[in-house]
Structure formats: C-alpha cells, structure tokens
C-alpha cells in the first residue's frame, strides 16, 4: 500500500504570509467570501520580511505626476528588461492599491492639509513615494496583518513550513508542509496555490535580508518544473552598514542625504548622474541625479571608488560615508527616526552629529518564479507575487519603493484569479497528492536520522556558498570567476546529500528548518549563477567585465532557469515592448 | 510548564567549570534548555568568543552553528522590527538583537524564555494567546459605511496622525508581556499590547468602532485588571507605552460608564 499523509482541505492555499500573501488572502476573500483560504507561513505573519521596508512605497497621486512619467521612470529604470504591458498595469493600478491601504489604517505621513505626503526617491523624475516615517513596511505589513483578522474565512498555519507543491493531474493543488511545533508533515490541499514567499538574498554573505529570506518559494517551484526567471539580476542596495548588513533607507537620499568618499568628495559626480549642487541649493537633492539615481549604478560606483582607493577602511572592510547632519534633528526625528535609531544601536553613531558609513548589501531579488501579468504561472493553479515572482515589472534592476507596490499590485491580482481558478475546479485525487506528500514527509524524516551517514555541518556549507557567491555573482562579474562559483555550487549539492543534524528531535527543531533552508537556497544559488554565467553582456545590475556592453540584439530578453539534472537549463524569452523602445539610460539634469 | 518558575530554576544551572581567568573577549552563556518530549528542563552553559559589537542573539547562533544544533529559538531581521527575539536576558525582557555582550561583562549572562508564557521548547514561547487577544479586541479599521476608493485618501492632518501614532509602533514582541504582574498572575488579562492596539484604532480620525472596542476593552480582563506597575512601558523597545493607552482608556472607558446612566442617548454613535 501506498504511504499517505493526512491532509488538509481548502479552496485556495497561500504560501508566505507577507504583504503579498495577505494582500492575496484578502483580495480573494473579497472576491469570492464562499472559499475557505488558507495562509502557510513558516513565521508568524508580522514577522515576515515586509515588515523591515523602510523608504516608502511608489504611486502617482499629485497634480505634477503622470501615469507616463512612472512608467517610464520604471522601464528606464529596469535597463528595458521589464514587460511594458506589466508595468502601464502596475503604474495604473498602483494608486488605488494605496488608497485602499489608506482605508485600512495605514498611518500614512501626512501634509498640512491631511492629504497623504510623498518624497523623493531614487529614480524617479517626481516625487510620489508614500510613506510612513522610514517604518513603512513594517506599518503595512501590520495594517495588512490586523486587517486580515476580520476576514472570518482565512485560516492560518504559522509557523508551518511548506516542502513541496503537490501537482496531480496537470494542476497544483497545494503544498506538502511540515508542522514546526510538532514536526508532522501534512498535505495542505487547495484548487489554487499561491506562493508569495519573499525573495533569497541569504544565499548572499552580506545582505539586508532576514534570516528567513532563503527563496524557499522559488525553490518549490522550480522542483516542480516551473521556470525561476531573470535570476542573474541582484539588487546591491548602496547604503547597508558595514557588519551587519543592516539596510540604511534610500529615503535618507530622497530627503537631501549625500555620499562622500574618504576625501570629501561626492564621487557620484564622477560616474555620469549629473553635477552635485550644493545642499544649501534649494534645488538639492534633484531627481534622477546624484545621490537619487538609480541603485545599481550607485553601487557600481562604490566599487570603482573602492578600486580608486578612495574610500574608508574599518575593520568591517571598505566604506563610505552617507551624511545627513544638515537635515537637522528635527527633520531626522521626524522622517527617518528608524535611521537614528539604528544607526546608534548598531554604528555605533548618531547621525545628527556624524556620517553614517555604508556600503553596497545585497537587497532584492528582480528574478523569480516565472509570472505573466495575471500572476499566474505556467503550471496550472498555481500563482505567484511579491518578491519570489517575476512578472516582470523590475527588469534588469528595480526602483527603490516599487516593491512594496508590487506586492498590492500583484498580490491583488494573484488572489482575484486565484479564486476565480479555485471557484471553477476540484480535486483531482486525494489519494495521489496524499502519496506525494509522503515523500516530502521520507525527505524530513531522513534528514532527521542521518540516513546518508554523512558529517557535513549546515554552516559549513552555507557559508561556503555564501562565500562564492559573493566571490563570482556579486557586483561585477566575468565568465571566470561566474564559472568556478558554478563548479562550487555543484560540489556543494553533492556534499549537502551528506548533511548530518545534531537534532533529531521533532518538536521545534529549528535546525532541521535550516537544512530544509539550506536545501532550497542551494537551488536560488544555482539558478543565480548560471543565469549570469549564460547572460553575456551587461545590463543593469548585471555587469559582465568581459561583457561591458548592453546587448539588445541577443539579449533584449528574460532568462528562463529550468531544473534539469546537474546544471538548471537556461532559455530565454521576449520581453514585452509596447510604446517605450529601448534607449540609453540617462541621469543627470 | 510555565516560565515563570524561571526565576527558581536558577539553581539548576550548570556552571561551567572553567576556573582560569577568561578574556575579556570571551563570555559564558548559561541558556535555559527544556525538551518538551521528555519534559526535562536545564541550563547548559556555552563559553562564546565575541566581537565587540556582537548581540546575544549572534552568540546564539555561533552556538548553533559551531557548537550545538540542538539549541532552538526564533529570530529573523536581526535589526529589531519583525519582534520574534524577545528572550529574558540575565533577567530582563530584550530583544536578544540588540542586547550587546560587551554590556554584560564580565558575565555570566543568563537566557532564558519570557517570563509569564508557556514554553514550548528552550527559548520558544507559546504566543498564540496573543493573537487571539488581539483579533478581540478588533484591530482594523471600522466604519459604519466604507469609503469608495475612487473618492480617495481619508484626509487627516499631522496632528490628528500624532495623536496616535506612538500605538501604531508595537512590534508584538511580547517583552511587555513577560514584564506584566497582571498576565503573570491572570493569563486572560488582555495585556499591554492588546490594549495599545485598542487604544491606537479609538483614536485614529478614520476609525468609528470605538464603541464595539469598548464591549472588549471594558470587559473583566480588560483594563480595570491594569494596576498600572508601567513595567510594560519601561521594557518596551519600540516606546510605545502601553501603560498610558491603558490610562487613557480607563478616562474614556469611565466616562462612558457614567455617560451610559446619565445620557444613555449620547452614548449611541
């Protein structure tokens, strides 16, 4: 007979309780309050990566912005990677998404008059980034959270970790996941499978991300033969704090910020975003200039800074600084109270006084699970949104406080159709997707006793994939260093087949979550390197040394990353041009 | 088991038997473990070389990576805003994040699980009474009728947004909790956070369910059981100060009391 594990029936099932996933729980709940919905997140929702987004979330709203003006700050933004029609929807849909969130409790800052205030933000040709304080993820994340508790028909499993999706009859049809508290692997059933599991920047040494950020989502989908899309393109984000990897908000730019190197000089100038005006010029800080172009130039300068010498040494490694202290206290306390705070708990300095140092950190995934514009993936039933998926509006390198939009825009729509999806189907055979499950359930339980007699330590491994990836997938990149972080990233699956927990346990054993981690970002990692490895040219955050130049003749095109045995296969498709034809990327007043 | 026999376990401990003279880089931490299949309940005591600018929650997991897998908490950002690293530390509700080591000097430093919860494994509290208080007390936005999206944004001014702005900040880290006389001696008790939130949607200009809140917020283990010890608002990382939400309830909730006998007419909204 067959092994089964028990499952769990619902009409839509939600992997990642972030802002995608609540956004999805919800917009389905609305469309269709007939369908019992389930959210499977491994933390408890408030705890998801959402809630550290700092600078603000993008939206046309004043009277001297345009939708053309977003689009076209996004599509030039992206290097021309991003689909047209996905991005005209995103920018369109976007202000209606933050007005709804207003209506939920978003506590919003405000003008004078109560309107809804916007800043400046890198990129971007106007002001229109929303925000709260330099909180505003966390202040969306919460107000999506609390909003969700009145949604009666929205179960959730926190702290339940998903495993596999569960594909019967040519459809997902929900998730194998394993119970932290108790250690049981269930099937949790649904007619619709959404994933908004968050990016993986931890397959990264030094990042911004949490510690859960480890692309689990993308990693099931891709077991599951759907294709990780744009996966060779890595947000640096060009002011974290040395050590920690802590992300210092953008919106310290957008709020009149500057960077210096070592000779204090802002070096910015030096690198085609325009002449540095004084910041006593009422016209300081200008869009699209300077210290608010966009981040994958930013932090590609910090490199060619840090090759010139001109930058600080500390025992962190190179640095710069990024100065605030004309703001003034007040200003500081009242924008970017975070940025205090977390600078004098973790700098060590209190930026009203001193410069923040900072240097490029691994940010944000613009790759992922494979999405058209409806959300919805190539496997039937099965949607993606936020930051696992790629649709892509991000392209070649994503705008800062886009993604927070993202999330609403597409959570929105992956719910809407997930349910009309779910509405019209059923099960195919329980007794099938059971059986799967039990296999997801012998890989658990492997893993707990060591079935491979292996000694390899989870750590050791990581940090030995951290490391190479930072070695040939970090800024800039040639077909040499990529290809030995390729050959590594190999090796290291095989030894990850001799992984030996010292918890055997089944209750809370947290360190089999992190085998389980492990497993999957081996995977992203994968998928990450050969993508690069195969793009032979430079776009945006994606800078081949061997390749300097953008190649829209070959390459005006998505990757696909497939699994295959060994190496993932990579093809490529078109990306969608509708009215902005590719041009050179210009900043700079 | 409850966690707030900690404080008696401290005789358990296992010191360890080191005797020499340790640098000044180096510190003992003497962790509480309990294993919920057996039941049994320690504390393990793990020497940790550190850098200067190291958290306990980074001696955790050099614990856990180098040393003993076995060991179980929950963390996350690591930058003090997801609320998943409350631990008692030598003592003290913190987020372990942004405990420093050197701060503890010359050690030993104890970690243990907040205080006033169950455990359900070495440093992992069970919080789900929480959420259940939370959605209780009805933390969203009511209104008698919603406002079309295509009429726009609810104007509120900044001076409307200040005057509850300071409740939004609760991270649900459950250090105000593990700080609370009242929920260590009545678990039904609402608690400090529970009662912010109410307090945080009563007084936000977009909101029209104050008086649902009430029913919740008024009730036996709402704020009447508040003896106002502020701990919670001592401890609190985020500044929130829950003690003077639940202050300012007990005005309004007072006034409505009253208001109820004297003009049962104005009390309806």
């Not at chain 1, 990897?245 to 910020?257: D, F, H, K, N, V």
């Not at chain 1, 195919?428 to 997801?440: C, F, P, T, V």
């Not at chain 1, 998505?558 to 295959?564: D, I, M, T, V």
């Not at chain 2, 509700?93 to 919860?117: H, M, Q, W």
Request: charged share 25%; hydrophobic share 40%; proline share 4%.
């Amino acid at each position: 007979m067959i092994r089964q594990v028990e499952s769990l029936q619902h009409d839509i099932v939600i992997v990642g309780g972030g802002g995608a996933g609540l956004r999805a729980a919800i917009a389905a709940a609305e469309a269709n309050p007939s369908l019992d919905i389930a959210v499977v997140s491994k933390v408890y929702p408030m705890r998801s990566h959402t809630v550290a987004a700092e600078g603000g979330m993008a939206g046309v709203i004043k009277e001297n912005d345009s939708f053309e003006r977003h689009i076209y700050d996004t599509i030039s933004g992206s290097d021309w990677l991003a689909d047209q029609d996905a991005v005209e929807l995103f920018v369109k849909e976007a202000p209606d998404e933050l007005i709804q969130l207003e209506h939920w409790g978003c506590p919003w800052s405000r003008e004078p008059d109560g309107s809804v205030a916007v800043r400046p933000f890198g990129g971007m040709q106007v002001q229109r980034t929303w925000f709260a304080a330099d909180k505003t993820g966390f202040h969306v994340l919460h107000a999506l959270f609390q909003t969700s508790m009145k949604l009666t028909s929205v179960k959730r499993y926190d702290e339940w970790f998903a495993l596999d999706l569960l594909v019967d009859a040519g459809r997902c049809q929900g998730v194998a996941a394993v119970e932290q508290r108790s250690g049981d692997v269930k099937a949790i059933l649904g007619k619709a499978v959404i994933i908004c599991s968050g990016g993986g920047g931890r397959v990264f040494p030094f990042t911004t991300n949490a510690a859960i950020k480890t692309g689990d989502g993308m990693a099931i989908a891709y077991r599951a033969g759907v294709a990780l899309k744009d996966m060779e393109f890595v947000q640096y984000h060009p002011t974290g704090l040395p050590g920690t990897g802590i992300l210092i908000t953008e919106a310290t730019r957008g709020e009149g910020g500057i960077m210096v190197n070592r000779h204090g000089r802002r070096y910015l100038q030096d690198y085609d975003l325009g002449a540095a005006l004084d910041i006593s010029d009422p016209k300081h800080p200008q869009n699209r200039t300077m210290e608010l172009g966009p981040r994958d130039r930013l932090s590609q300068a910090f490199v060619m800074e840090a090759q010139a010498g001109n930058v600080f040494e500390g025992r962190h490694g190179t640095y710069v600084h990024l100065d605030i202290r004309h703001l003034g206290e007040k200003i500081i306390d009242s924008k970017l109270p975070f940025v205090r705070e977390l600078a004098q708990n973790y700098a060590g300095i209190d930026p009203v006084k001193e410069p923040i140092p900072v240097r490029p950190v691994v940010h944000y995934m613009m790759g992922g699970i494979d999405t058209d514009i409806a959300a919805a993936t190539d496997l039937p039933g099965l949607y993606a949104a936020g930051e696992c998926a790629c649709v892509s509006i991000n392209g070649a390198n994503r705008l800062g406080s886009n993604s927070l939009t993202e999330l609403l825009v597409f959570g929105y729509h992956a719910g809407r159709n997930a349910a009309v999806f779910a509405g019209d189907s059923g099960f195919s055979d329980i007794g099938s997707l059971e059986a799967q499950a039990a296999r997801s359930e012998t890989r658990v339980r492997d893993l707990l006793s060591n079935s491979s007699g292996g000694t390899e330590r989870i750590a050791t491994i990581r940090d030995a994939m951290t490391k190479t990836m930072e070695e040939g997938a970090g800024i800039y990149r040639d077909a040499k260093a990529l290809r030995a972080t390729c050959d590594n990233l190999l090796e290291l699956r095989e030894r990850f087949s001799n992984v030996n927990l010292d918890d055997s346990s089944l209750a809370f054993n947290t360190e089999l979550t992190l085998a389980l981690e492990l497993d999957f970002m081996l995977d992203v990692a994968q998928t990450v390197a050969f993508s690069a490895l195969a793009r032979k040219e430079s776009r945006g955050s994606h800078q081949r040394t061997d390749h300097p130049e953008r190649d829209d003749g070959q390459y005006l095109k998505h990757s696909l990353a497939f699994r295959a045995d060994g190496e993932p296969r990579i093809e490529y498709k078109d990306v969608t041009i509708t009215k902005w034809p590719p041009a050179e990327r210009i900043y700079g007043s | 088991m409850a966690a707030d026999q900690a404080v008696e376990r401290s005789g358990d401990s296992v010191r360890a038997a080191s005797g020499g003279v340790a640098p000044a880089e180096s510190i003992t931490l003497e962790v509480y473990r309990y294993d919920p299949s057996t039941g049994e309940e320690s504390f393990q005591s793990y020497d940790v070389e550190f850098e200067d600018d190291w958290v306990v929650l980074d001696a955790l997991n050099h614990i856990k990576d180098t040393i003993d897998g076995t060991l179980s908490y929950r963390w996350s950002c690591r930058m003090g805003v997801c609320g998943s690293c409350g631990m008692m530390v030598s003592g003290y509700p913190k987020l372990t994040c942004s405990a420093f080591l050197r701060d503890y000097l010359p050690g030993p430093i104890r970690v243990e699980p907040l205080l006033n919860f169950e455990v359900e494994r070495d440093l992992i509290i069970d919080f789900d009474g929480f959420l259940e208080k939370l959605e209780s007390v009805k933390p969203w936005i009511i209104r008698d009728q919603d406002k079309p999206i295509e009429d726009g944004e609810y104007l509120q001014t900044p001076a409307q947004l200040a005057s509850y702005k300071n409740y939004t900040m609760c991270i649900n880290c459950m250090l105000c909790y593990a700080a609370c006389p009242v929920f260590g001696h009545n678990p039904d008790f609402l608690g400090p956070a529970a009662l912010a939130l109410a307090h945080r949607y009563n007084l936000d200009s977009r909101d029209e369910g104050r008086e649902q809140r009430l029913k919740v917020i008024l009730s036996n283990d709402g704020i009447w059981d508040c003896t106002f010890v502020g701990e919670c608002s001592i401890v609190c990382p985020k500044g929130v100060d829950p003690a003077g939400a639940i202050q300012q309830s007990k005005v309004t909730g007072a006034m409505e009391y009253y208001k109820s006998f004297l003009a049962p007419w104005k009390s309806r909204k």
